[in-house]
């Protein structure tokens, strides 16, 4: 039999009862705009968190020591000797896949102006570093490879230091701060970050060359971090393996030992983030399994009425010369139709929804085509699962039998 | 072999319990193409049954079924079902009209199942057989818009749809007033004499089976009469001569 017949014999047999298929589909419209718009937040946030981790420069690569255990006791990551100058002047020689590289190691104490104190961390930095964040300064200028040559006594301020230490409003620049009683020069003022994706304050921080947290604050020749960019977005994992293998040439470690240094990249740090928003999904999907299986058995229980109901049509469409696989087909195809119209609906007001959360609520929501296509996919298979048996038993319909049927 | 049905010492037996019951038993009979028959008998004495191996819905128990030089016994469902589709037209006694749908939808059914039948030589044929039935003016209608002997007129626009070799109708008459029942044997005996088509027509009352051409008796499922009928009587005389009715 033409499948277009088939087709048309169905969609009339759901003409013929609109409300009751409606109603059958209900299940399915619900399920599928629940799943549709749930996804649609779900990726709407997952995305502007990745667009504020790539704020915080999408190219940044990390280096940190692995904190060895020695002796029972961890060492915090100040006393880990694995990173040092060497390293960095390593990584200075394979340009590359790296458009930067800054160290960066970091005091925290007191900071003083006058009256004013204020606990804030000091970290040592190169003039790249300010590039690598992608962090311009609001005013003044940045220290120079000079001062850190000299280990200069000079800084940049972050907004939250210059709120707390000088709440007045004055212009700082060129101003003095105590930092651990050494006296710094400031020469410019960092522009405002905001907090992290982590809640962190970035704007409270003080930035000095390198080597003056190295040798005047510290006293230690390691480093607690090194900064580096990649040259674009695409290369990050070039650069990360790149970084790997220079590190390990200057660490001089030999074959089949581990690494004593860990290099993130961005996109780890997404993947970290899409690993909680994966369980999310995970439970999304069986929220939607859930609607979608008593949807099915929505549309199972309406099929096995209307097979009953229509044993008379049956045994009549069976006396005009419908084969066994015509009826079996005729009923899949509804179930299915049914299935998929929900389907459709639900698709078209999960998007609806979507829409709304996002001008009613300001929430940012995203839908996918995979999103669409699935739960589509979903229930044409629903449709087929639950509309089987139904579908089965009336094709097993004696064709005299159903035409006495009352 | 010209003859459209026949059937040689046919037997249908259902088994209920330990019990066999011979619905039919030892029947002979052949149909030529343009007969009118009408089958009688008290009730219970096989009519339907026998009108059901006819039209390919059921199979002989023993004896043999060749319908247009078909073996019928030897056919599997599928082709059975086939059969149907091509050579026969079916008329019931509650119409069996699919609620819901138009007229020329209804009339339309039997050709969605023939894949060699294009959309548009359905619509055509359909139309023609609402014509031959004289209610092209109703097409549009549903089965419950339709009075009792329309929605029988539209059944038989079906029966005869996909030209079939024979038509077969079970008390088609038994639910309508006489009126509308000698209508419909007009309609019969048109497509009949002016189209040529064999008909098979159970019945029960001697009255409606006055009007065709050959009278089978059966009795527990034996044929104890096959007359000719000498003396057909026409249902657009009879119709005439009704009295009309006056409020
Ligand atoms: N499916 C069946 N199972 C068992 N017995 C059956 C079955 N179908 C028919 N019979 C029996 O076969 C016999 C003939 O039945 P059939 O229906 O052919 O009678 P009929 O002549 O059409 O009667 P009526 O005028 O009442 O319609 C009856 O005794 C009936 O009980
Ligand atoms: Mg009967």
């Keep these: ?406 | 072999m010209s003859s459209i049905v026949e059937i040689k010492n046919l037997v249908r037996a259902f088994k209920m319990g330990d019990e066999t019951v011979k619905a039919l038993n030892d029947i002979s009979f052949t149909i030529d193409p343009g007969e009118f028959i009408s089958i009688m008998g008290s009730s219970g004495s096989g009519k339907t049954t026998l009108l059901n191996i006819l039209g390919c819905l059921d199979k002989p128990t023993s004896g043999e079924y060749f319908l247009d030089g078909t073996n019928v016994g030897k056919l599997s469902k599928n082709e059975l079902a086939a059969l149907r589709n091509r050579k026969l037209g079916f008329v019931f006694q509650s119409y069996n009209l699919l609620a819901r749908t138009s007229a020329i939808e209804n009339v339309e059914l039997p050709l969605l199942y023939n894949n060699e039948i294009s959309a548009k030589e359905r619509k055509e044929k359909a139309l023609s057989a609402l014509e031959a039935v004289k209610l092209t003016n109703r097409m549009h209608h549903l089965p419950s818009q339709l009075s009792g002997g329309q929605q029988q007129r539209v059944a038989i626009a079906r029966a005869l749809v996909n030209d079939p070799v024979m038509i077969l109708a079970d008390e088609a008459t038994g639910n309508l007033d006489s009126r509308t029942s000698y209508e419909i044997m007009m309609l019969i005996q048109e497509l009949n004499n002016v189209h040529g088509k064999t008909i098979v027509f159970v019945t029960h009352e001697p009255d409606i089976a006055s009007f065709t051409k050959r009278t089978i008796t059966l009795r527990d499922g034996r044929i104890i009469k096959d007359d000719v009928n000498n003396n057909v009587r026409k249902a657009r005389d009879v119709l005439q001569n009704l009295p009309v009715l006056t409020e």
């Excluded at chain 1, 004055?170 to 905001?194: D, M, Q, T």
């Excluded at chain 1, 070039?238 to 470690?253: D, F, N, Y």
């Excluded at chain 1, 939607?288 to 045994?315: D, F, Q």
């Excluded at chain 1, 609806?352 to 085509?369: C, E, G, S």
Aim: some cysteine.
């Design chain 1, 1 to 406: 039999m033409k499948i277009t017949n088939l087709l048309r014999i169905a969609w009339r047999a759901i003409q013929r009862n609109k409300m009751r298929a409606f109603l059958t589909m209900l299940g399915i419209i619900i399920g599928v705009a629940a799943v549709i718009s749930m996804i649609a937040i779900g990726q709407g946030s997952k995305q502007s968190i990745q667009s504020q981790i790539s704020g915080m420069g999408s190219n940044m690569i990390t280096i940190r020591p692995i904190s060895n255990v020695t002796g029972g006791a961890r060492m915090d990551n100040t006393s880990v000797q694995a990173l040092s100058e060497p390293d960095v002047v390593a990584l200075q020689k394979h340009p590359q896949y790296l458009n930067a590289v800054s160290p960066s190691l970091s005091a925290r104490g007191q900071a003083i102006n006058g009256p004013y104190n204020w606990s804030t961390s000091l970290q040592g930095v190169s003039p790249d570093y300010l590039s690598i964040r992608g962090w311009p300064l609001q005013d003044g200028n940045p220290f120079t490879n000079q001062d850190v040559k000299t280990a200069a006594k000079v800084c940049l301020v972050g907004q939250t230091v210059i709120n707390n230490l000088f709440p007045n409003g004055e212009a700082v620049v060129g101003k003095s701060i105590r930092f651990k009683n050494i006296p710094f020069k400031i020469v410019g003022v960092l522009s405002k970050k905001g907090e992290n994706t982590f809640g962190q304050d970035q704007d409270d921080v003080i930035l000095t060359p390198i080597t003056t947290v190295q040798k005047r604050v510290l006293a230690t020749i390691y480093y607690q971090t090194i900064f580096a960019s990649a040259a674009d977005e695409n290369s990050t994992e070039k650069a990360a393996e790149e970084i790997q293998q220079t590190l390990r040439i200057s660490h001089r470690l030999q074959k089949g030992t581990d690494d004593d240094f860990t290099v993130r990249t961005q996109a780890e740090l997404i993947s970290t983030f899409s690993s909680t928003s994966r369980i999310l999904t995970i439970l999304l999907a069986v929220i939607a399994g859930i609607s979608l299986v008593v949807g099915g058995i929505g549309i199972m229980n309406i099929m096995y009425v209307s097979v009953t109901e229509r044993t008379k049509e049956i045994g009549l469409r069976m006396s005009i010369g419908a084969r066994g696989t015509d009826i079996l087909m005729q009923f899949l195809i509804e179930a299915v139709l049914i299935g998929v119209t929900g389907g459709l609906i639900g698709v078209a007001l999960g998007i609806t929804a979507a829409k709304l959360v996002t001008t009613l609520l300001h929430w940012p929501t995203l839908v996918t085509q995979a999103s669409v296509l699935l739960s589509f996919m979903v229930c044409f298979a629903t449709g087929v699962f639950f509309g089987y048996y139904p579908a089965l038993k009336a094709s097993r319909l004696d064709p005299i039998e159903a035409l006495h049927y009352e």
